[in-house]
């Protein structure tokens, strides 16, 4: 769109918004009656009545923004087609890239660890002891330990007691020396010879 701006000698010389914004209003007497160009889109080009278009996905547009690639979407956060605001990375999920495209870029958290906050550039820690943890998990204690099984802190699934040890209760972290007389497997310890 054109606006006027009068000179000294009082001649209408007609100049364009200025990249980065546009109006489709008539008669502007001033470049800051222009608006800048809309979140998540772009004006490339002097003189625009309406934006370029959206932002390229992996990118995100602020206000003002002259480009389809203005900024690249940041760790942690993906940006669709025409985005305003990166969007984190959901719970259960991280990156440590950047121009991610859509949330199903976001890496699940990897097995044995938990990713419990949105936007995280890497898990946050490692399972409770007495739980596991399979891949995309966004709590530190999703799945209990079974009773005969063990899970050591960070466990990616629960694991038998190896012979001569047991454990007789659910969410245990490690397995128990079998007594002196008895026998054991992993849930149960009976008399006999161990």
């Not at 309406?50 to 990118?59: F, L, M, V």
């Not at 949330?103 to 995280?120: A, I, K, Q, S």
């Not at 960070?154 to 001569?164: I, N, V």
Request: proline share 11%.
């Amino acid at each position: 769109m054109l606006f006027f701006f009068l000179n000294n000698k009082g001649v209408a010389k007609p100049i364009g918004c200025p990249v980065g914004s546009y109006s489709a209003a008539e008669g502007l007497q001033a470049e800051y009656q222009c608006l800048n160009c809309t979140g998540g889109e772009f004006c490339n080009s002097t003189g625009k009545t309406t934006t370029s278009g959206p932002c390229e996905p992996g990118y995100f547009c602020p206000q003002g923004s002259t480009s389809p690639r203005e900024v690249v979407c940041s760790v942690g956060h993906y940006c669709l087609q025409g985005t305003f605001h990166p969007y984190q990375c959901p719970k259960g999920t991280y990156s440590n890239g950047t121009g991610l495209t859509d949330n199903t870029n976001c890496t699940p958290c990897r097995e044995g660890w938990y990713c419990d906050d949105t936007g995280l550039t890497e898990p946050k820690a490692e399972c409770d002891p007495g739980f596991y943890c399979p891949t995309g998990q966004n709590r530190s204690n999703p799945y209990q330990c079974p009773a005969g099984m063990h899970c050591p802190r960070g466990s990616p699934s629960s694991k038998s007691c190896p012979a001569g040890t047991f454990v007789d209760y659910p969410q245990a972290s490690q397995c128990h020396s079998c007594p002196a007389g008895y026998y054991c497997v992993p849930e149960l310890v009976t008399p006999g010879e161990n």
